[in-house]
């Protein structure tokens, strides 16, 4: 199951996001500790999203992190106060390419998915219905991720964060029980998260957020998100409730 994070704080650069720590997600590309029976590395590609002075950016590919020479080429003169990126870890029977890989983005909004949707597609058939026909044009990639991107970001047009992910993680439940769930939506300021049957970690101090699947190194301030868990973060505010 891939790995994701997000950070809100200090300016630095989109390479030192993913590459800082002696855990970093640059690592957990071939080294994840935390998988629970989902897959041994994630290097079916990667992707980052950044919003700086210079405004929103965002790069993906289908290498691993560890070859894209863009990682050690580009990322580094990148620089911005907020990150949302991933490694992948294809499901099975899910296509390996750039557009299938988080994170998806649209306007302020950039967003992944740690897991499976259990029965895709035909468990995602009943809320897919209820979205605009233009929305469905616009799936990027045949993947359970990207249609809960299409059905979150119909749901953030009339809703908040919270309530969008918490009726979307409900109604997925309903159809696709057993289903792991574990989302990040981050708009360049706040970053919301659920642990849903996966891994997930927070790190709040008052100058920065970070939310991710696993701690990038071994401060001792990590929090442990419980299952079934909603996390709200940005630098000095951290809220953890239950879904
Ligand atoms: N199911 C999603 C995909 O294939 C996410 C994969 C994962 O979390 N390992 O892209």
Redesign the pocket.
């Known amino acids: 199951?891939?790995r994701h994070l997000g950070y809100v704080g200090p300016t630095r650069s989109v390479h030192d996001v993913l590459t800082a720590g002696a855990h970093s997600l640059a690592r957990q590309t071939w080294a994840p500790n935390d998988m629970r029976g989902?897959?041994t590395i994630n290097a079916d590609g990667f992707g980052v999203a950044w919003w700086g002075n210079e405004g929103q950016g965002r790069y993906r590919s289908t290498q691993p992190m560890w070859s894209d020479p863009a990682v050690n080429e580009t990322l580094p003169s990148i620089r911005c106060g907020a990150v949302l990126a991933a490694v992948?870890?294809?499901?099975e029977s899910?296509p390996v390419e750039t557009n299938?890989c988080a994170p998806f983005a649209d306007g302020r909004w950039a967003f992944s998915?740690?897991?499976?949707v259990r029965g895709w597609p035909d468990s995602l058939e009943k809320w897919s219905e209820q979205l605009p026909v233009r929305d469905l044009l616009e799936l990027e990639a045949p993947?359970?991720?990207a249609v809960l991107w299409l059905l979150l970001r119909h749901r953030l047009r009339e809703q908040d964060p919270i309530p969008a992910l918490t009726s979307l993680l409900r109604d997925v439940e309903t159809t696709a029980p057993g289903s792991r769930l574990n989302l990040l939506l981050g708009d360049g300021h706040e970053m919301w998260a659920s642990a849903w049957d996966h891994a997930l970690s927070v790190l709040v101090t008052e100058d920065m957020a970070v939310i991710a699947s696993e701690p990038y190194d071994d401060d001792p301030n990590w929090q442990s998100v419980p299952d079934r868990h909603f996390v709200k973060a940005r630098p000095g505010h951290l809220i953890i409730t239950p879904i």
Do not use: E, I, Y
């Not at 992948?88 to 499901?91: D, F, G, I, N, W």
């Not at 998915?113 to 499976?116: C, E």
């Open positions: 199951m891939c989902g897959g992948r870890s294809a499901t899910m299938a998915h740690n897991g499976v993947t359970d991720s």
